[in-house]
């Protein structure tokens, strides 16, 4: 198996079966009617080649319809093994539509029993298969998902899907090929690195793993953030020092360019005497005007990912395939530069503990839901309406709901809240929203930065995701994820800032009732209030979630 260390971003890829490996033949009881697709026989042995370990996970709805009997089942998997090769683990669901079962795909359980079979854990899985389903039970069980669609496979769950391939040695291709992205040449040491990260709180936050490459091998780690940035900058680990200034060029809303700032900001740049930068965007930024100042600065060596020619401004002129999750986009970039996660670590997204405070009192302990309406980029935002139905119909459900939002969201979240929810509204600067996170059980919100921090702290998401921007590339990362809206709607990919079709209907249609399935889906209880003591940012008796880094006061490092 492949190390957790720098060698790979997944540990096994998981396989639906019909559809997907085989002829899908309606409840097939008979081995000889197993019929490999084109090209999968190949595929499959590239990835064992590799280290990658393999499993099955198929519903078989057709025992408890009584159409085949389970050593039928089993004489057909035999089949598949024997044309295929062999599985690691096979994890199949006996049961149909009505039971109601964890295992039946899109729950996730078959994705957690096929992980602990493997050793290993869902976020270090990738699940291939054919319809929506399988998409979401990898998505609900915090695993990356790849759809390879078929004829019958609908249009709306190729929409939604996050990676699309057009067969199975597509789709190994795309998981190799992310992986060797990740991995990079050997890593190296080095004295002073200058890390630039302009723009929001998510897109600072979804840095972090790449960051805490270059923390790993460098003796100094100085952090380039804007203003709407700086406050998840603070909460990185491997951060030693923040330089926040605001970039025109970067900017959504930019004041007009100063030559005399301009010369402030390379003085500062100088200032730091890096012994290299590294410069990291979203794909729809460039690096160049700010590696133009870092040369004017001085700064011997700088890597970026740059589709344009940089001329002599890059010394580690990188690129990457479009749609590539952000987070593996900044630590390939992080990689080819030379530096890479230590054993130990893995891509997930993580916070300071140490720099998060104690919760807000008043919310009856942990395991409370928490709803974020609100979004600097109002097209990606939770219609309010909508925000305060999803909360009647949540509490009515029996959970206690938490509407969080900042100081000017107050009439915001008082509206969204009403009689039922819990109103935190000013109340919850980005560190103050960490420690209401951490005792959540789930976060319902728009894809906006508070969904990038509950993956940083392992806390399950309800995405109501508006299309503007791709799925695979901005959704909760490494997460147990449900993703509802309508990803099809005529906004898709135009990166609207304000929703551009009256009515924002590609969340607007949701049913409340759905979040809540979702919830259920994720297997988040309802938790009566409790006397357990709030406060504690790593939620109930102080135990760390699963996402969240214990660190040491200081530099803040995971070694």
């Not at 994890?91 to 078959?110: I, N, T, V, Y």
């Not at 976060?443 to 906006?448: A, E, H, P, Q, R």
């Not at 924002?504 to 209030?529: K, N, Q, T």
Request: charged fraction near 20%; charge should be positive.
């Amino acid at each position: 198996m492949p190390g957790r260390g720098r060698s790979a971003l997944f540990d096994a890829v998981l396989l639906d079966r019909d559809g997907t490996l085989v002829e899908d033949v309606p409840y097939n009881g008979d081995p000889d009617k197993v019929r490999p697709l084109p090209g999968v026989r190949a595929a499959l042995d590239r990835l064992r080649a590799a280290g990658l370990r393999l499993g099955v996970v198929s519903n078989q709805s057709g025992l408890a319809r009584g159409l085949f009997t389970a050593a039928q089942l089993r004489a057909v998997n035999a089949r598949v093994e024997e044309l295929l090769g062999p599985f690691d683990t096979w994890q199949c669901c006996p049961h149909d539509e009505r039971a109601g079962c964890a295992c039946r795909k899109p729950a996730p359980g078959m994705v957690h029993a096929a992980a602990r079979a493997l050793g290993t854990s869902a976020d270090r899985c990738v699940l291939v298969g054919d319809i929506g389903a399988d998409v979401a039970a990898a998505e609900a069980a915090g695993a990356s998902g790849v759809l390879v669609p078929t004829p019958t496979t609908r249009a709306a769950e190729v929409a939604a899907a996050g990676q699309v391939a057009v067969d199975l040695t597509a789709a190994v291709e795309l998981i190799l090929h992310r992986a060797a992205l990740a991995t990079g040449p050997s890593p190296r040491r080095t004295g002073t690195v200058l890390v630039a990260r302009s723009d929001s709180a998510g897109d600072v936050l979804v840095t972090g793993p790449a960051v805490r490459a270059v923390a790993a091998n460098a003796e100094r780690v100085v952090l380039l953030c804007g203003p709407r940035g700086r406050d998840a900058a603070a909460l990185l680990p491997g951060v030693d020092e923040i330089v926040e200034w605001p970039l025109p060029w970067i900017d959504g809303a930019p004041a007009p360019v100063d030559p005399r700032d301009i010369g402030r900001l390379v003085e500062r740049l100088r200032a730091v005497r890096a012994d290299e930068a590294v410069v990291f965007t979203s794909f729809h930024q460039s690096p160049l005007p700010l590696a133009l100042l870092l040369r004017l600065a001085g700064t011997p060596r700088v890597s970026a990912i740059s589709d344009d020619y940089p001329g002599s401004l890059l010394d580690v002129r990188h690129r990457t395939p479009d749609g590539l999750p952000e987070p593996e986009r900044a630590l390939s970039l992080a990689a080819a530069a030379g530096f890479a996660l230590p054993d130990g670590d893995d891509p997930r997204l993580r916070v300071r503990t140490d720099r998060v405070p104690a919760a807000p009192a008043g919310l009856g302990g942990p395991g409370y839901l928490v709803l974020h309406p609100g979004s600097a980029v109002p097209s990606r935002a939770v219609p309010p309406e909508l925000a305060a139905r999803i909360v009647r119909t949540l509490t009515a459900a029996g959970h206690r709901v938490a509407v969080t939002g900042g100081p000017g969201e107050t009439a915001l979240t008082a509206r969204v809240a009403g009689d039922t929810g819990i109103d935190l509204g000013g109340r919850t600067g980005l560190a103050e929203l960490a420690a209401v996170l951490a005792g959540a059980g789930a976060l319902v919100v728009g894809n906006t930065g508070p969904a990038h921090l509950a993956a940083a702290l392992g806390v399950p998401v309800v995405s109501l995701f508006a299309p503007t921007v791709r799925y695979g590339q901005w959704g909760p990362y490494r997460v147990p994820t449900v993703r509802l809206g309508d990803a099809a709607a005529p906004c898709r990919d135009s990166r609207a800032t304000v929703c551009p079709v009256p009515g924002h209907p590609c969340l607007a249609a949701v049913e409340p009732g759905r979040v809540l399935d979702a919830v259920r889906l994720l297997g988040v209880p309802v938790v009566p209030p409790s006397t357990v003591r709030a406060g504690s940012p790593a939620g109930a008796g102080g135990v760390p979630r699963g996402g969240v880094t214990p660190v040491s006061a200081g530099r803040g490092r995971t070694r």
